[in-house]
């Protein structure tokens, strides 16, 4: 199989996102939120049939481990209460698609995260996805929106969550949301900084020794990890850190959206293969074609496919390491026979 470990639903129905609006709406105004619209079975389909699952076939992946769309999250609009509605509604979506099409679709969750909130509604969220059938989660490491008020990843305030994530066994991908700061581009410099900001948090504390089957995806190739791994291997050794090898790569992994083969070339080459887990974040940051090649660039199949790497180490790329990862996703294809 090919497992796309990173897509979103970033072509929800408009109902969906127009609620989301009434909703912060009446935040602002002190007024109740409106109920949420009825939406049908037939406009969800609509939404992926002419998106996600087309692209997804024409492009020759079989599976898209899917969550709510990341720059929606919007954890510091409104307030927990607020947070909670807006996380029940969009994983309660993702649901919808998985059980319309339960071959292709597999659900990760958003989770109600507020700066300087504690994480018992994150927490109990979580766990209601599971026992929908979602295999992991979306943890945003700075639900401030780029005003970095919440404490590092490997902090005490976290580990409620972590302590649930290793209780039902299951993966989180670090991925921060929209940004409210003019300063930091949303994707184009507020995610590759989060990304690369909780690599070096993993460094710096000793989280993986209290957890030890603690699992991260990192998305977007690591951000600035790989394209600078002497500096984190030098890093590591002045602060008299373990090899990385054995300090972080143990329990963290990369995935592929990367959009051009130069930065596949380097994340197969710097990083283990293990440690790599196939994504594209279809239909997501990066939706055009690459004029230099013809190629849409989040097409990062195509790249994968054209990495020197044998048989086997590609089938650990796309699908492997993903059913080591997520589990619970393995014990799903394991009940249909795959």
């Known amino acids: 199989m090919i497992i796309d470990s990173h897509g979103h639903y970033t072509t929800a129905p408009t109902a969906h996102n127009e609620w989301r609006e009434s909703q912060l709406d009446a935040f602002l105004s002190g007024q109740a939120a409106p109920a949420y619209p009825v939406?049908?079975?037939?406009?969800?389909?609509?939404?992926?049939?002419?998106?996600?699952?087309?692209?997804?076939?024409?492009?020759g992946a079989d599976m898209t481990i899917f969550s709510p769309r990341a720059s929606a999250m919007a954890h510091h609009e409104g307030d927990l209460a607020v947070g909670i509605a807006w996380a029940r509604a969009c994983n309660d979506l993702i649901a919808r698609v998985v059980d319309l099409f339960p071959d292709t679709f597999i659900g990760v969750c958003q989770l109600p995260q507020f700066a300087g909130?504690?994480?018992?509604?994150?927490?109990?969220?979580?766990?209601?996805?599971?026992?929908?059938?979602?295999?992991?989660?979306?943890?945003?490491?700075?639900?401030?929106?780029?005003?970095?008020?919440?404490?590092?990843?490997?902090?005490?305030?976290?580990?409620?969550?972590?302590?649930?994530?290793?209780?039902?066994?299951?993966?989180?991908?670090?991925?921060?949301?929209?940004?409210?700061?003019?300063?930091?581009?949303?994707?184009?410099?507020?995610?590759i900084n989060a990304d690369t900001t909780a690599f070096m948090q993993f460094i710096?504390?000793?989280?993986?020794?209290?957890?030890?089957?603690?699992?991260?995806?990192?998305?977007?190739?690591?951000?600035?990890?790989?394209?600078?791994?002497g500096r984190y291997r030098g890093l590591a050794d002045m602060l008299k850190r373990p090899?990385?090898?054995?300090?972080?790569?143990?329990n963290v992994f990369f995935d592929t959206c990367v959009y051009h083969q130069p930065g596949i070339d380097l994340l197969a080459k710097v990083i283990p293969v293990e440690n790599i887990l196939f994504g594209s974040e279809m239909v997501g940051a990066v939706r055009g074609i690459d004029p230099e090649t013809g190629h849409y660039f989040d097409d990062t199949k195509r790249y994968v496919d054209a990495l020197p790497l044998?048989?086997?180490?590609?089938?650990?790329?796309?699908?492997?390491?993903?059913?080591?990862?997520?589990?619970r996703l393995d014990a799903r294809l394991k009940e249909r026979g795959l």
């Not at 049908?40 to 998106?51: A, F, P």
């Not at 059938?133 to 409620?160: A, E, H, K």
Request: aromatic residues 10%; contains cysteine.
């Open 39 to 59: 939406i049908s079975d037939d406009e969800i389909r609509e939404t992926i049939e002419q998106n996600q699952l087309r692209l997804l076939t024409e492009r």
């Open 117 to 191: 909130e504690p994480l018992d509604a994150a927490v109990a969220e979580l766990e209601r996805c599971v026992g929908m059938g979602f295999v992991g989660l979306n943890l945003n490491p700075d639900p401030s929106g780029g005003r970095w008020s919440s404490p590092p990843l490997t902090d005490r305030y976290w580990y409620p969550m972590y302590e649930k994530m290793v209780e039902l066994d299951v993966p989180a991908m670090v991925h921060v949301s929209a940004s409210c700061t003019p300063v930091f581009h949303a994707t184009g410099a507020h995610y």
């Open 204 to 229: 710096e504390g000793d989280l993986f020794r209290d957890f030890p089957r603690l699992r991260f995806i990192i998305p977007h190739g690591g951000g600035a990890v790989p394209y600078h791994w």
């Open 243 to 250: 090899n990385l090898l054995q300090h972080v790569m143990k």
């Open 310 to 327: 044998d048989a086997a180490a590609k089938r650990l790329v796309f699908e492997g390491n993903a059913r080591r990862v997520f589990p």
